[in-house]
């Protein structure tokens, strides 16, 4: 018997979900992933080289309103930035829990874009201080305009600094985030990350770096970092010793112990042990405590979960057919 199943291209995608409920929508899955309500192994993943790899993220989500089954096929490829692509792609198959069926196949790459920048906002509402105000955005790409949009409906952002190697990248990154940023706060760059960071309260790591790109020093007392460059177990982006003085959260203890080279390499070196990490983002949801005073410097270390992209595509399936969104095939 031939299955039918949607298609849903980037543009159908967009179309669909929208940065606020994706922040609700990650809250809850989180909370699910943590505490049990989602069958998730860590990714598997094929270098290809040195700098670009394949990965296979599957996750069965149980618990909750909408049971969901899929799994995301992720590459990276550094060399895409000469050939005019972007150098994360994917596509996320979605499966009928009750059968094994093909019920959509979608774009990705938006869906990796947006969900998690709104994971990185779930965690700023959890863990940076009441009244944060001032941004600093490492980086100028799409995660960084993500995370912009996806901050800004958080926080009342007064001030964003921004800053990337490349000026002409930072420039017209503030040039476009002022043309569509929702908030007032002015948006300045600078030529020298330590500027940015210096005073911020909210920091924004969205880099390719496969070494740190900002110091301990340049932290103040009190800020949340949100790293989610430096994913595989040699890379990092954050100063050892920052990470070594924070107080450290991610989306997942087993893959951060085995996929961050920020948390594998400062236990290899001594820096601290695998309980630094203080807990998962979802046992926040569920209520485990996490800043304890005004001083704490908080650090979520983003890696990404199969959870958070089977979680979206079902959100966009789900929207997609109430709106009669997307193109019916039969396989």
């Not at 799409?142 to 409906?153: D, F, G, K, T, Y």
Request: net charge neutral; hydrophobic share 45%.
């Amino acid at each position: 018997m031939p299955v039918r199943f949607r298609l849903l291209t980037e543009d159908d995608v967009k179309a669909v979900l929208t940065m606020d409920d994706l922040i609700e929508t990650m809250t809850s899955a989180l909370q699910r992933f943590s505490t049990g309500g989602v069958v998730q192994p860590v990714r598997s993943i094929v270098a290809v080289n040195d700098h670009s790899f394949f990965g296979v993220m599957p996750a069965y989500v149980r618990d909750g309103p909408h049971a969901s089954l899929g799994a995301k096929l992720v590459t990276l490829f550094e060399g895409n930035t000469a050939r005019r692509l972007p150098t994360h792609l994917a596509s996320i198959a979605l499966l009928d829990p009750d059968t094994g069926a093909l019920r959509a196949l979608m774009d990705g790459r938006f869906i990796t874009e947006a969900r998690t920048a709104a994971v990185s906002a779930v965690t700023s509402r959890l863990l940076a201080r009441k009244g944060a105000s001032s941004l600093a955005i490492i980086g100028s790409g799409v995660q960084a305009r993500s995370h912009l949009e996806a901050l800004s409906r958080v926080h009342q952002l007064r001030h964003v600094t921004v800053w990337s190697p490349t000026e002409a990248h930072r420039e017209q990154f503030a040039a476009a985030a002022r043309e569509s940023l929702r908030s007032s706060a002015p948006i300045q760059t600078t030529s020298h990350a330590g500027e940015a960071i210096v005073g911020a309260d909210l920091i924004v790591l969205a880099t390719s770096s496969t070494t740190p790109v900002i110091e301990s020093g340049w932290v103040k007392p009190g800020a949340h970092v949100m790293s989610v460059g430096a994913c595989r177990p040699n890379w990092r982006e954050m100063d050892p010793a920052l990470v070594a003085r924070s107080r450290l959260f991610v989306d997942s203890r087993a893959a951060a112990l085995v996929e961050s080279g920020d948390v594998v390499m400062g236990i290899q070196e001594g820096r601290f042990a695998a309980d630094h990490i203080r807990a998962e983002i979802g046992e926040l949801v569920n209520g485990t405590a996490g800043r304890t005073n005004d001083t704490d410097v908080t650090i979520f270390k983003s890696l990404g979960l199969a959870v958070e992209d089977v979680t979206s595509a079902d959100l966009a399936y789900r929207h997609a057919v109430e709106r009669g969104i997307g193109t019916e095939l039969t396989l």
